[in-house]
């Protein structure tokens, strides 16, 4: 069946699974301490344009937001999320799991505003009960975000100077930044974004690789003992070569911004699909992800054609649905889409 | 100062205390398996009509929700509350320091409507990415609620009825039961409450002990290992006697009630007072807590005089203020205060 | 019948419940901002010797322990403690509750050797697997111990030593410093206490209290929201003058040793006792606990006349118990002992 | 450099990795519902003659251990294990993060003994302090051991049958599971395993895959919700197929046993030589993990010409070191290590 139900559907990348082929014989140091990861780590400080960073390549998103989280929260710190933050809805309550409350604030197009963000810390500054609530120990911010939005470079450095005012990390999670970065409306490069957070994640699950994202400390500020904090979350993998072998194709060449690109045109293409058929957009996106309304009919009849994915209820006779490009979807995909709806 | 802060700036109620002097001198078995914690527990099983019911006396209330909460809750589990509840705002994060979820609901004076509830059960239940979610694992209600108002018991009814068709634990938090059982406009009894729910704790802190708390198994159904779980959260007192003596002196002759009645006397003058000045209330309550909004200026001014607790911004330029009597408040207060407002 | 089980059987000393009773009637504020809790943390400063010192009050040991060591470690940090240590073996878990491993040590005596604390941490730094290992992040000792032994000031001198070396801080368990200090074979006082570790308490739920415990931090050098992590973990009383009253009396005009003295001269004559009646002792102490080694059969016959500690297995047919004597404990109850033995 | 120094330095087994090439190209379903994982189970619930196994694939051993033991136990539980386990050693206190102790009993050749099981357990039952301790919810043991000793069918049915009695689950460690069957001094079959085990994991990183553990229920007795804790963990990847598929391929046609098979047929062979060379064992062991006992400058020399794994200090001027063979290890590798010893 026709699939757009998500961009990890697919498998590795054909360069990346070339790269765990020619380097699979070959007998590796273990836990990252290998060629390839070291080479990976190399080739991502460049496209930082940070060369004092520290990297650690871990397996999947949630696992990286907890880690990364907890490691970086005091004790009775939370870290600030929009409501819609991947960490606060669909996470399984990871980050309350390791001991830390997810202080929502209202989203805008899946984004913090600055206004809402330094509403939210004058308001628990202005608390005369603020010692007994949890206080706001980092912000955590998705780009693209859940609904596929980006930050544009004034807002991601508005969101920046608040926090360094106030001297709690910027977390950017960036499951799906290569789609974000080969936008076609975004003024937001790497180098931005390592410039202005203290923390954030190149995914890979998503834009190209079989699992692994990269953690990126800018300026070499990753806490002390993060690597233990790694193996103490269970996300250290004895193979470390799995991950940094892929990262390491995935930074050659560009190929992670090329692969993005391709992923970003046929999501235009999509757009044109989708407003010529009538489709009524969720939210105006500029990346991989397209979330438009359906009534609760139209999407049971049309997933019997293609794979979509269920989003949220919109309300009681609609529904809000997601079509995902990825670097594996095909014109030939298009145009049955195209046919089907 | 004049004070009406809060139920807690006075000492013991002086039979309370009388008790604590009368049984210094005995030498007690330790951990609340002395004689007297055994009598409270018992006037406490006939106040509430179950014979069979587990009582477990703790010192405070975050502690107590803490404790109960966590042993109460499975690992993926969160707990429903009005998004006003103490344990979704005032208790730093405790609840998610023991890796669980608070789920907020908004609340409708305080409260969690039947309606609110069922709808945050059923959108759980609709929602397809459920299984990547905390799941509901329990209901926390305060009665009276964190702004002094009280479920009628067609309200309680409704939520134990959802609660029971969906096998979760309806948890009752009473920091404050007695002025809500004492309430001149309730229908609620603590029998009510027993059949009701599935565990609730009868605050003795802020009527009339120093501190403690008695928390209710209706029907003989504490987790196993309970004991050992309020030893494991540090809340097992070596000297069980300090709240079981506290406890038996206020479950003898009705005293909880009698004292707790006094609270709502004076404050339902309280009220008269307050509507003859021309102060706005921000909630219609019946127990012993009133809370008013004032210009910013006003409370300031106020506060040089009387003792007041902050509660909430309510604007800009207004403050909600808490004016709480209790059984330690005289009719010269009053007097005093309608001086001053 | 007759008690020697415990030294928490008792009541409050008189002065402290004559000192409760006097302020009961007074409105003060909550949460440990009353006036009497300020004078009693002014007065343990002087009696440490520390002006600076940053001192909070709670309720019970297993609170206060898991509270200072959860708010001082590290995230992958483990805590050092002797394996006879309370934290090692009768606090439910409560550490590792707290995500952190109790890193045990072969105790002697009760006590952790300079010995084998540099053996354990020479051998952790030479561990080439370290990094998959929680490193040491504290060292944890009671003082007495929990066999009642005490430290020599040249002992805690080489701890104290090690641990600066290291940067880990060391934190002293005095749930009964007062038998401590006042013992006869001791060269420890309080001022050397706070000069030489980072955190401790004195007990007092265990020396003239009905519940309560001081944490110093001797160099106002408690961690950041350390206020916010005793509300977290539910160890913030909202009535504070409850403990903080019973500290000003404790601590006014020497009553604190004053009481523990009474007890260590009761203690020393219970040895002479015990000696003269043949029995074997499982440890030399020169505190109020003294553990003698039963036969089963005795275990139980004895039992039945006076109230002892079941301590642990000494072997299949012998039993270590404890006889505890405390500010309480009476002449007579030494004379009846000594009728019964 | 010659390798003998782990059994995770390869990649993965080119049968595995032919499985990965041929199944990347399609469109597969997320999260685990792919139909490669879905065979997967199929086969290892063959192989393990269960045919209503709940069957989860993880990426890692620690993160299974912590999944599974922290969804497995009760919450003031603890889990015994071998002094030497890894969850007790190498895991950088996971378990003691999800808030259990790891309660450690004296290894014999890396074994739990049914005597000192039992021991544990009656210890605990005949402690009067009891309730003030963790209880023992599960038994945790490796097989092979960390030492590569192997439990006999009569070892592990004595322990299955103190866990059953007790009605605590035995959780099995199999991180190298296939050494262990293909061992040629075992009598333990899968089928034995799931007969005796209340949950296991049949190890995949070492034994052909690239990443990958099978944890298997073997009686469809998963705790509810079991797919949530593992989303809550991090544990969940979100392409699925790339363990499912390993899995897939390592039990199709017996290849997990006879790459297995290979290790051991090399492991016999490298003891011959380690023996003939006049090496001196640390322990017996029949699996693929040899442990000798160098002296230091011995292993000084020796590791600039081989790479081995440090395992433990034996006394100040030994070092426990391992050889550990695998599926890839060659006969020619063998050739070059005899030369070099």
Known sequence: MLNFSSDYTNGAHPDVLQRLVETNGEILTTYGSDRYTEAAKTKIRAAC????????FLAGGTQTNLTVISGMLGLCAGVIAADTGHIALHEAGAIEYTGHK????PQHEGKITAE???ACLA???ADENRTHMPYPGMVYISHPTEYGTLYSLAELEALSAICRAREIPLFLDGARLGYGLASRRTDVT???IARLCDVFY????????????AVVFPRGNAPRHFFTMVKQHGALLAKGRLVGVQFDALFTDGLYLTI???AID?????????REKGYRFFMETDTNQQFVILQNGQYAALSEKVALSYWEAYDEHHTVVRFATSWSTTEEDLAALREIL
Do not use: N, Q, W
């Not at 190149?202 to 994202?213: P, S, Y």
């Not at 046929?266 to 989708?274: C, G, T, Y």
């Open 202 to 213: 190149i995914g890979g699950t998503k834009v190209g690789a079989l699992c692994g994202e």
């Open 123 to 125: 308001a628990f500054d």
């Open 266 to 274: 046929l999501a235009e293409e999509l757009k044109v699909i989708l």
């Open 49 to 56: 344009s940070c060369p004092d960073a520290d990297i650690y």
């Open 260 to 262: 993005s690109r391709h």
């Open 102 to 105: 997810v202080m929502t604030v």
């Open 116 to 118: 809402a963000l330094s």
């Open 190 to 192: 790497m180098a931005d």
